[in-house]
């Protein structure tokens, strides 16, 4: 079975730090997606990358396609960043065949 | 917002009652998915669709099925609900070129279904 594995599965830090969550896959795969999603409410799309680094804001994606593994990283951490946050890829073979999705890590961040 | 709804949001029924649920779109993407949400599981593909009229099955399917018959609905039914079938449930949209990738997937809100 194709693995997604996120660590750490909890994550609770100081307003300000610099954070990163960290994703690792088992074999080739098309897409890497991160995701965020609060207490009570929907998925959002953060990131969506097949090769190097990608940024938004505060937030910065890498992967690395060799070491099948990819970071996700918050700089200046504030608490309304606390949510899930949720590693998915896309296997190699097409986009018809949905998204197979780590377990997510719960981040808190406190004031 | 990528024009994405389910409905109903919230639903409460009993174990043996059949239920729909509803996706629908308004961007014309291509391919739409269901999954579900559960503690300890995190969220896993039900059933897929790549067309009007052409699905598949996803890695949990069994007690699942689904339509669509047009390109802006996809529907997922319980035969026959169970007590196992009660979680968060999120349809999701793909394969529209004005996106940033074919293979970027936009989210709806989530229903929420709980079988007693």
């Known amino acids: 079975k194709n693995e997604v594995e996120q660590s750490p599965q909890n994550l609770t830090a100081q307003e300000g730090e610099f954070i990163t969550i960290n994703c690792s896959y088992s074999?080739?795969?098309?897409?890497l997606h991160w995701l965020q999603q609060h207490p009570g409410g929907g998925i959002v799309s953060l990131f969506m990358?097949?090769?190097g680094k990608k940024k938004h804001g505060r937030l910065i994606a890498t992967i690395n396609i060799q070491e099948k593994h990819s970071s996700l990283h918050i700089t200046a951490s504030h608490p309304r960043d606390s949510a899930v946050y949720i590693c998915?890829?896309?296997?190699?073979?097409?986009?018809?065949?949905?998204?197979?999705f780590g377990k997510g890590t719960h981040l808190i961040i406190q004031p | 917002d990528a024009g994405i709804t389910q409905s109903p949001r919230h639903k409460v029924t009993e174990t043996g009652t059949p239920v729909t649920l509803r996706c629908h779109q308004t961007?014309?993407?291509?391919?739409m998915y269901w999954y579900r949400q559960d503690p300890g599981h995190g969220l896993r593909l039900i059933h897929y669709?790549?067309?009007?009229?052409?699905?598949d099955k996803g890695e949990v399917s069994d007690g699942y099925s689904v339509s669509r018959s047009k390109t802006e609905d996809f529907l997922l039914t319980l035969e026959s609900a169970t007590s196992s079938q009660t979680s968060v449930y999120f349809c999701?949209?793909?394969?529209?070129?004005?996106?940033?990738?074919?293979?970027?997937?936009?989210f709806g809100p989530g229903t929420r279904l709980t079988v007693l």
């Open positions: 990358l097949s090769s």
């Open positions: 074999v080739g795969i098309s897409a």
């Open positions: 669709s790549y067309g009007v009229k052409d699905t």
């Open positions: 999701a949209i793909s394969g529209l070129a004005g996106g940033t990738s074919y293979n970027e997937q936009f």
């Open positions: 961007e014309n993407h291509r391919y």
């Open positions: 998915a890829v896309m296997y190699s073979g097409g986009g018809a065949d949905g998204l197979t």
